[in-house]
């Protein structure tokens, strides 16, 4: 059974951080893009960053560039979202999720998500 797993988040006040992870089991996806997503009550889901399979290539959402960074080990099948700077609009429940071309709402694999809450 393939399961991705979010861990990490919590409640951080207003300048703080948090580092997220995903691991991935059952399969390995190590020729995956991989990505995070973010739903806040209320609102659709977005897009909040993705890397590249190999790690050479990531993307970041406007409002997150700067502040967050996305990283891989793929040695431990594992995604990791380094959030610095956080800010209470950057609460909401985190998704990971991994697509064999380029993550998106439509991508084949999801976690089942982790809550951050950022305290003003």
């Known amino acids: 059974q393939v399961q991705l797993v979010e861990s990490g988040g919590g409640l951080v006040q207003a300048g703080g951080s948090l580092r997220l992870s995903c691991a991935a089991s059952?399969?390995?996806?190590?020729?995956?893009?991989r990505g995070w997503f973010r739903q806040a009550p209320g609102k659709e889901r977005e897009f909040v960053a993705a890397?590249?399979?190999?790690?050479?290539?990531?993307g970041y959402a406007e409002s997150v560039k700067g502040r967050f960074t996305i990283s891989r080990d793929n040695a431990k099948n594992t995604v990791y979202l380094q959030m610095n700077s956080l800010k209470p609009e950057d609460t909401a429940v985190y998704y990971c999720?991994?697509?064999?071309?380029?993550?998106?709402?439509?991508?084949?694999?999801w976690g089942q998500g982790t809550q951050v809450t950022v305290a003003s």
């Open positions: 999720a991994a697509d064999p071309v380029r993550p998106s709402l439509l991508s084949p694999y």
């Open positions: 059952g399969r390995t996806f190590s020729t995956y893009a």
């Open positions: 890397i590249h399979w190999s790690g050479v290539s990531t």
